[in-house]
C-alpha cells in the first residue's frame, strides 16, 4: 500500500531564516504531488504541483519554492521566510496517468514564523 | 477556474442523528470530480467520499452518502448514525477531471457531535 511521509511535524523558524519542508512516496512510482497551504482557520491552498522529476508548476507567487530531486520526494522551500509563511503544509499525492483525480495527503507539517 | 462554497461555519448533530452538509461550485470544466474530505485535531486530511460528475448515481461509503445535483451544481454530504468520531472539519473539494491539477477546497464545515 501507499504511503506519504512528511517532516518535520512541527517546525518554529525566525524572520528571515530559511526553510526546507520534506515529503515522500512509498509504494507507487510515478506519482503527481502537490503541496497545499493552510492558514487557520481556512480552506486549502495550492501552492506547486509536479507531474515528473524537475517538473514544477507554481499556482501562487510568493515567497516560497518546490523542487523534485527523485521520483517520490518533494520538497518546499524558502530562502527568507515571512511571518506571513506561518501555517499548515500538506503534501498530496495522486496517481500518474489519466485518471489522477483522487488525492492523499500526508500528516502535515505545522509552520510557526517568529 | 473553480470555486467551492460552504455556507455552513459550523453544524451540530445529536450522536446516533444523521446531520447533512451542504457545499456548492462552479466550474467550467465537462468532466470533473467532487469530493469531501475529513480532518480532525490531528489536522491530517482523511479522503471520505468521491463522486464523478458524469455518473448519475449518488456515492455511497457506509454511513456518508452524498446527494450530487449536477444541474444545481450542488454536492451535500449526509452523515448517517453520528459518531462521536466524526466530529472534524469537512472540506469539499473539486478537480478537473483527466488531469495533474490541484484540488479547489471550500473554507470546510466544523461538525460537532453532541453526546
Known amino acids: 500500500s501507499q504511503t506519504i511521509h512528511q517532516w518535520p511535524a512541527t517546525l518554529v523558524q525566525p524572520v528571515g531564516s530559511p526553510l526546507s519542508l520534506e515529503c515522500t512516496v512509498e509504494g507507487t512510482s510515478n506519482p503527481n504531488l502537490y503541496w497545499y497551504r493552510q492558514a487557520a482557520g481556512r480552506g486549502l491552498q495550492l501552492l506547486f504541483y509536479?507531474?515528473?522529476?524537475?517538473?514544477i508548476s507554481s499556482e501562487v507567487p510568493q515567497n516560497l519554492s518546490a523542487s523534485r530531486p527523485q521520483d517520490r520526494q518533494f520538497i518546499l522551500s524558502s530562502k527568507k521566510l515571512l511571518l506571513s509563511d506561518s501555517g499548515f503544509y500538506l503534501c498530496?499525492?495522486?496517481?500518474?496517468?489519466?485518471?489522477?483525480?483522487?488525492?492523499?495527503f500526508g500528516p502535515g507539517t505545522r509552520l510557526t514564523v517568529l | 477556474a473553480q470555486t467551492v462554497t460552504q455556507s455552513q461555519p459550523e453544524m451540530s448533530v445529536q450522536e446516533a442523528e444523521t446531520v447533512t452538509l451542504s457545499c456548492t461550485y462552479d466550474t467550467s470544466e465537462s468532466d470533473y470530480y467532487l469530493f469531501w474530505y475529513k480532518q480532525p485535531p490531528s489536522r491530517q486530511m482523511i479522503l471520505v467520499i468521491r463522486q464523478e460528475a458524469y455518473k448519475q448515481q449518488n456515492a455511497t461509503e457506509n454511513r456518508f452518502s452524498v446527494n450530487f445535483q449536477k444541474a444545481a451544481k450542488s454536492f451535500s454530504l449526509k452523515i448517517s448514525d453520528s459518531q462521536l468520531g466524526d466530529a472534524a472539519m469537512y472540506f469539499c473539494?473539486?478537480?478537473?477531471?483527466?488531469?495533474?491539477?490541484?484540488?479547489?477546497f471550500g473554507k470546510g464545515t466544523h461538525l460537532i457531535i453532541q453526546p
Open positions: 509536479s507531474v515528473g522529476i524537475g517538473q
Open positions: 473539494a473539486s478537480s478537473a477531471g483527466g488531469g495533474a491539477d490541484g484540488l479547489t
Open positions: 498530496a499525492w495522486s496517481a500518474s496517468g489519466i485518471y489522477t483525480d483522487t488525492q492523499y
